[in-house]
């Protein structure tokens, strides 16, 4: 098992231009989460999806988008990158009744 | 509103100089508190799931333990291996697909 893949590690945005970060799992999790870290913040959800065509809005949604087509897959969507979204962002996943939830490395992003 | 605290934010430790971390929290119907550590650049790497007052659970040097009010992460005889920041998450009952994450302790250990 691969466990949580996040693409890019990396990204350099410009402000105003969109992106998509790719998050896939192979534990076949049907919760899935995404996270951004701020230095000295913790962790803050962003959007999670508890299966298949079902999503909701975390603490910290505005100027993110979801989408959960697979039980595999849960892109993050940028719209409009502002350089507040420069941070780094962590997908998880967890199954029903999990007692902890599955990390992915992280995907670095900073928008100038 | 839930919440998570971790205390201290940073601490240097000789090697050898056992302490302790603190997780204080607010959540309505505890379902789960959660124990990581995150080494940098790298995601949260899970540690500990305690689920009641009274719980402690031991993994080498760590040993994590629960009250109704706050977890402790005590660090034994610690090696500059164990050097990371270790965060600290409640699973409420109610929205139990929710984690909530506390800001995280900097551990240094120096050799």
């Known amino acids: 098992n691969a466990g949580v893949t996040q693409t890019p590690k990396f990204r350099i945005l410009k402000i105003g231009q969109s992106m998509t970060l790719q998050c896939a799992q192979d534990m076949n999790h049907n919760y899935m989460y995404w996270y951004r870290q701020d230095p000295g913040m913790g962790l803050k959800l962003i959007y999670y999806s508890v299966g298949a065509g079902i999503t909701d809005k975390g603490e910290v949604p505005n100027g993110y988008n979801v989408s959960r087509s697979t039980t595999e897959d849960f892109p993050l969507r940028l719209e409009l990158a502002a350089p507040s979204q420069t941070s780094v962002y962590f997908c998880?996943?967890?199954?029903?009744?999990?007692?902890?939830?599955?990390f992915g490395e992280g995907s670095w992003l900073t928008v100038v | 509103e839930d919440q998570v605290t971790q205390s201290p934010e940073a601490l240097r430790l000789q090697e050898g100089e056992s302490s302790s971390l603190n997780c204080s929290y607010t959540v309505s119907g505890l379902r789960g508190l959660f124990w990581y550590r995150q080494d940098p650049g790298k995601g949260p790497e899970f540690l500990f799931t305690l689920y009641s007052a009274g719980e402690e659970k031991e993994k080498e040097r760590l040993k994590a333990t629960l009250t109704k009010k706050e977890s402790f992460l005590h660090i034994t005889a610690p090696k500059p291996e164990d050097s990371a920041t270790y965060l600290c998450?409640?699973?409420?009952?109610?929205?139990?697909?929710?984690?909530?994450f506390g800001t995280g302790t900097r551990l240094k250990v120096l050799a």
């Open positions: 998450a409640v699973q409420a009952r109610e929205g139990t697909y929710k984690y909530i």
């Open positions: 998880a996943s967890t199954w029903t009744g999990g007692n902890t939830i599955y």
